[in-house]
């Protein structure tokens, strides 16, 4: 789904620019997939500890200064990561039960 949203992004827009909001643009993608993981159950939903946020997922990409001369003239976007936790499944269930009369 991931590489789909991508690619859709790219087919979309005539030219994504080398700067902190195309970036972003990628970035939404991926944010926006990651959280359709979240709806269908396979990654775990945001929670608190406290007031602390421990969020299902995590995306992380670079900020445009920070990257090369160099991979600029090739026009490609890397160092972007993410993090996600899934929820796991149940397999089987085991019930005991009795009925009586």
Not at 21 to 29: C, F, K, S, T, W
Not at 36 to 54: C, K, M, N, P, S
Not at 72 to 94: D, N, P, W, Y
């Amino acid at each position: 789904r991931l590489q789909r949203e991508i690619f859709q992004l790219f087919v979309a827009n005539r030219k994504i620019p080398f700067t902190d909001a195309g970036i972003a643009l990628v970035e939404n993608r991926i944010r926006y997939v990651l959280k359709l993981g979240q709806e269908a159950g396979g990654i775990v939903e945001d929670t608190y500890e406290g007031d602390e946020l421990i969020p299902g997922y995590t995306v992380s990409v670079p900020a445009a200064k920070d990257i090369s001369v160099a991979e600029k003239k090739q026009r490609r976007l890397s160092g972007i990561t993410f993090q996600a936790s899934l929820t796991g499944a149940i397999h089987l269930v085991e019930i005991k039960g009795s009925v009586v009369i």
